[in-house]
């Protein structure tokens, strides 16, 4: 029954090459249980994709929330939290914020390293601290410097000490594409 019918047997089978190539060309013709099961397959897989995507995304949430809540028993005093940031193309050093105040009021800073150097740059492997956290020490300087890639003026911090808190800290960015230190985005923390 090559090329017949298989939804009716009693229709002729197909003869001429264009009505072969017209039938072919609207696809496998299955049968009806057939398609209930693999619409079935499909709607289960979409339904255990989605359950990976929440589960995912509530992680992130109970590690801000978490997060959001050490921020505000931070103890007050004189240093600053920072979060390194890292862009290839660009040479601001991250985000820097007062004790106990959220990331959204961190300010995306130039590092003066005459008194110490920034921690990647001691180790000799610019970038690789990418995203850590550290606790600060040092002051604004006051002064706003140029940055040319980026075309932006940023604060000055001069910095004196570091210590680091934490390698992989909870997310301060919306998204996780702007983490990425070859995209040309400059993101705020949220």
Same mark, same amino acid.
Do not use: A, E, M, S
């Given at each position: 029954m090559l090329f017949g019918n298989f939804t009716n047997p009693n229709r002729?089978?197909?003869?001429t090459k264009k009505t072969v190539l017209r039938r072919v060309s609207r696809g496998i013709i299955l049968p009806s249980f057939m398609k209930h099961l693999l619409n079935s397959l499909l709607a289960l897989a979409v339904l255990v994709g989605f359950s990976a995507c929440e589960t995912t995304k509530t992680g992130t949430q109970a590690a801000r929330l978490a997060m959001v809540e050490a921020i505000k028993t931070e103890p007050q005093g004189d240093y600053f939290i =920072? +979060?390194?940031?890292?862009?290839?193309?660009?040479?601001f050093w991250g985000y820097?914020?007062?004790?106990?105040?959220?990331?959204?009021t961190a300010k995306l800073v130039m590092m003066n390293e005459q008194t110490k150097l920034i921690p990647d740059r001691e180790a000799g492997k610019m970038g690789s601290d990418h995203g850590s956290e550290y606790k600060?020490? =040092? +002051?604004?300087s006051g002064d706003t410097v140029y940055e040319p890639a980026s075309n932006g003026f940023y604060p000055e911090f001069v910095l004196t000490g570091y210590e680091l808190r934490s390698a992989t800290p909870a997310p301060i960015f919306k998204t996780p594409a702007s983490n990425n230190p070859q995209r040309r985005i400059i993101a705020p923390p949220y």
């Open positions: 002729p089978l197909l003869k =920072g +979060r390194r940031y890292y862009k290839v193309d660009y040479k820097i914020r007062k004790p106990g105040q959220p990331w959204t600060l020490l =040092g +002051r604004f």
